[in-house]
Every structure is written in C-alpha cells, then in structure tokens.
C-alpha cells in the first residue's frame, strides 16, 4: 500500500523470510531487485543490494548456514530501511576500516560507507536485527495514467484471478484487488515472466536491464 505524506511516500513494509544460505543469496537479490524496481526505486537498486548481501553474508558467515533469518523493507521517505533479522543475540556485526588485512569486518565498512554511517543494531528479544538506511528519492505524488497503466491494470485483474495450488491451476473470478494483493500480483507475473524466458533460453537478467531502461527511458520523458 502507499501513503502520501506531505508530497513525500509512505510504502507498507515488505517483509520475507529465507535461509541463509550462500546458494540462497542469488534468489535473494532477484527479489529485492523486483521489489525495488515495482516500488519506482530503480536509481537505489545496485547499493541495496549491496548492504542486504553483505548483511547476509554476515549472518552466513558469523551465526551460521541454515539460519532461519528474515529480510524487511521499508519505505518512508526520505529514506529507505532494510534489516536483516536473526536469531543469535550475540554476534554482533564489527565495523573494520575497509583497508585492513582483516577479511571480518570489511562488509560492514562498506556499508557504512555507502549509507553514510546510517546503520545500526537492534535487539528484540531473542533475536537481532541489523538495519540500514539509504537516502531516496521517488517520484511525486499523485496518479499516473495512460495506455501502459491501463494495460497493466487489466492484466493484472486477469492474472489475480488465476491461482496455482499444489502445482496445479485453478481459475477463480476475479474481484478488485487490494492495492497490497495487487503489488503481490504485480511480483508473481514478472517473476513468471523471467521463469518464461530462461525456460526458452533467453537470459532474464538481460531482458530485465532492458525493461528497466525502457522503463527509465519513459519516465524520463514525462516528468
């Protein structure tokens, strides 16, 4: 859901939960890509994937694999805060300057660094959540329209109406969708879209980067 608050955007959190796991760490990225991309957060992309991968890769390396962890984005602008959660209080993450021989402590002087010292601890309970901010900037309040939105509207009314339990498809009537199930809708079709397109040997991450510059190039016009 987004919220207008004085011209700037609220967004509902995002929250998912996953194992850490260096073979899960890929899978990952893609689906913070996607949701930064559908949140308009296109420009923020390479950095926040940046900090989530080295706040993982902290969890991997110093609490352990096989972790039951959760990642959560939140959107109030001006910033933009992703945390990492786990279960082990205490090890804490250790800021080392960038330059030391020390492999440990290297991922948090980097993202340090591009967050501009905007990065803490917290402990709730029996866990830990590491979190970091990153200053953005989304486009201004207000509807967008036009043939590419209405488009998409209809699509996604179609698709939301399909369901696939178990493996196999069950088709529904469609109602309106709420503006959280339709992000949710929004997610299903482009990750469709990429299984699609590596299944016929395309490379998705390719057509992805296209999209996104069309997209970018787009937008560019109109604002």
Known sequence: MVICVSGHVVREPWRHEFIADPKEVAQLRRMLRLRLI?????????????CVSELVTNVIQHVGEGTAAALRMELN???LRLE????????LPTLLAASTA????????LVDAVTDHRWGVIIRGDTK???CELAVETAACGPTNGPRVTRAEAIL????????PHGGVVVGIASPLSMAATEEVAIEVMADVLHWLRAR?????DVLDRAQMHFE????GVL
Not at 217 to 220: C, D, S, V
């Open 77 to 79: 602008e001006p910033h």
């Open 157 to 164: 009314e179609l698709y939301g109406s399909w369901r696939l």
């Open 102 to 109: 020390l492999e440990s402590g290297r991922g948090m002087a």
């Open 217 to 220: 190039a787009e937008i560019g």
């Open 84 to 91: 990492v959660e786990d279960p082990d209080t205490r090890a």
């Open 38 to 50: 559908l949140w308009g957060l296109h420009d923020h992309v390479d950095v926040a994937l940046i």
């Open 201 to 205: 040997g395309h490379d998705p991450d």
């Open 129 to 131: 959540v590491v979190w």
